[in-house]
């Protein structure tokens, strides 16, 4: 029992502690709002006093209300700060916008001139592929009066289709069609040419010495002949470049059927080649090519020297076909100086044999 009692005395003294420290926590709160509800509820007196003899203009505030005046300031400049931060983030985005607007205006105003290019120049080509076309032979010219106007009436329509970028975009989808449908003729025309390359790498047209280099010193016909004085037939032409070395090229396409020496013309070469041509190169210093090997057009076959009769270093130039021989100059693409000077040489042809 004295335990128990004990026990009780101590949760009652406990209990009268913690009441004791609730009141007085709760006096102490209910002071505090007591003494700020006091002075808030005080006046105070604002007073405006003119430097003149007027009125002195006064009125009176609780602290309360000057303290929701002071509140409601602060809080109308935060906001007028927050306002004035996003107008000027939209105007300086509004601005960006704007550059950037300017900028496309300038860059479509630069687009519809480069179509406006582009249109005259695919027109220019209209015309110039339609002749081309013609002259080669692959269609038949079908452009008319059209085509000599070259304002590309066969794809593209003077119309107003529509304004601004409309109408640019029209005509660069009606340019990409017209060119889509000029592959085909214009790889036509490649492959005519292609033949007609072939055709002239088979056939002896290129100067015999590499580079172009050289002049004739005699011509195909009627010569005096240096070691007797007397007139005979000059079945080729003799190039020289006053010096032996020079690399001596193959005129055409062709098999190479001889490699080999005479008296008369030293170290020689002959080709054959398509379409029933040959060709000699004679007075040769080097060889560079054998016999049966074949040969491409330009391709070197030997140098110039003075082997053989020869009064100095050249190269000793003929074409034969089938039983003629032929003037070579008809067919190199020589200087035009040299071109001219042949329009006044015989065109003579000579015998069936190789030589000179």
Do not use: C
Not at 126 to 141: F, I
Not at 296 to 323: C, D, K, R, S
């Amino acid at each position: 029992m004295s335990t128990l009692r004990n026990y009780k005395k101590a949760e009652n003294a406990f209990t009268v502690r913690l009441s004791g420290m609730f009141r007085s926590r709760f006096t102490a709160i209910a002071s505090f709002f007591g003494r700020l509800r006091k002075n808030g509820r005080q006046k105070l007196t604002v007073m405006f006093i003119p430097h003149t003899e007027k009125r002195i203009f006064n009125f009176q505030l609780s602290f309360f209300a000057l303290t929701a005046i002071v509140g409601v300031f602060l809080i109308a400049v935060v906001a007028t700060a927050v306002v004035i931060t996003r107008f000027t983030d939209t105007s300086s985005a509004l601005s960006s916008k704007s550059h950037d607007l300017r900028n496309a205006e300038a860059s479509l105003d630069t687009m519809r001139d480069e179509t406006g290019k582009l249109v005259a120049a695919a027109r220019r080509f209209e015309v110039a592929l339609t002749r081309t076309v013609a002259m080669v032979g692959t269609r038949p010219d079908s452009g008319g009066a059209a085509t000599q106007r070259g304002d590309l009436a066969s794809f593209f329509s003077t119309d107003e289709t529509g304004k601004g970028a409309v109408r640019e975009v029209t005509e660069l989808k009606k340019v990409t069609d017209y060119l889509e449908k000029s592959v085909d003729p214009v790889n036509e025309i490649g492959a005519l040419l292609s033949n007609q390359s072939s055709v002239l790498t088979s056939i002896p047209n290129i100067w015999p010495v590499k580079g172009g280099i050289g002049h004739i010193s005699m011509y195909y016909g009627q010569n005096e002949n240096p070691f007797t004085g007397q007139w005979y037939i000059h079945k080729g032409i003799d190039i020289s470049t006053y010096r032996s070395g020079d690399p001596v090229v193959a005129t055409a396409d062709g098999k190479v059927v001889t490699v080999s020496y005479a008296n008369d013309f030293g170290n020689y070469i002959i080709i054959q080649h398509a379409r029933g041509f040959f060709t000699r190169y004679a007075h040769l210093s080097s060889f560079r090519v054998f016999k049966g090997q074949k040969v491409e057009q330009g391709q070197v076959i030997g140098t110039i020297g003075n082997t053989g009769l020869t009064t100095g270093p050249h190269v000793h130039y003929e074409i034969h076909l089938g039983t003629d021989v032929i003037d070579p100059l008809q067919f190199l693409n020589i200087r035009a100086n040299s071109v001219a000077a042949t329009s006044t040489r015989p065109d003579t042809a000579g015998g069936v044999s190789f030589s000179d």
